[in-house]
C-alpha cells in the first residue's frame, strides 16, 4: 500500500483552519525534539512551530506529560508566550 507524504507541518499541528483549534501533540514535538537533538540543532523546529502558530488563533497541547524535560519545554513556552502576546489562546488538554 502506497503511503501518504505528511507535510513537515501538518506532522506537528493538527489543523482544521484558522478561526478553528490547532491541535499540537507534545508526544509527536518530543519525537521530532529527539531528531533535532540527534542532528544538533533543534532552533529550525521551533522557528517552524512558531510560523506555523501564525496560521491559527488558538492551539491545544495534548499529550502535555512529554513536556517533562525542560531542554524541551523552556523554548516551547518562548514560542508559546510570543503566541499569547499575538493574541493567540493556549490550552492544554
Not at 44 to 47: E, G
Given at each position: 500500500m502506497a503511503g501518504t507524504?505528511?507535510?513537515r507541518r501538518d506532522f506537528l499541528l493538527l489543523r482544521v483552519?484558522?478561526?478553528e483549534v490547532a491541535e499540537l501533540s507534545c508526544e509527536r514535538l518530543f519525537m521530532r525534539f529527539v531528531d533535532g537533538l540527534a542532528e544538533g540543532n533543534t532552533k529550525?523546529?521551533?522557528?517552524a512551530l512558531a510560523d506555523d502558530l501564525k496560521r491559527t488563533r488558538t492551539v491545544r497541547l495534548t499529550d502535555v506529560s512529554w513536556l517533562a524535560r525542560e531542554d524541551l519545554k523552556a523554548p516551547l513556552e518562548d514560542v508559546?508566550?510570543?503566541f499569547r502576546a499575538d493574541g493567540g489562546t493556549v490550552a492544554y488538554d
Open positions: 507524504a505528511i507535510n483552519g484558522r478561526d529550525p523546529l521551533f522557528d508559546l508566550r510570543a
